[in-house]
């Protein structure tokens, strides 16, 4: 079976709007199931791809910061 992963979230989120958008990450994070990562990951593509150079430093900064308290815990 040939299936693209990405192409099947996509699928599986077209026509959603904003709060249902926000729903699907915030109910893949407060599960912590390791299933719901690739999904986050193609979310995270989209918003990187349409984002101007200064939305991905602040990203970047974002990340930085999260990564260092995470790994502080």
């Known amino acids: 079976m040939n299936l ?3 192409n099947a979230i996509l699928s599986n989120v077209s026509g959603n709007n904003a709060n ?3 729903a699907t ?3 893949a994070i407060q ?3 390791e299933k719901m990562l690739p ?3 193609v979310l995270f593509e989209l ?3 349409n984002a101007d150079e200064a ?3 602040e990203m970047i900064q974002s990340l930085e910061q999260g ?3 995470a790994t502080q815990q």
């Open 39 to 41: 999904g986050l990951g």
């Open 67 to 69: 990564v260092q308290q």
């Open 55 to 57: 939305e991905k430093q």
């Open 25 to 27: 990450i915030v109910d």
């Open 47 to 49: 918003i990187w791809k």
């Open 4 to 6: 693209n992963l990405r």
């Open 31 to 33: 599960s912590g199931e």
């Open 20 to 22: 249902e958008l926000e």
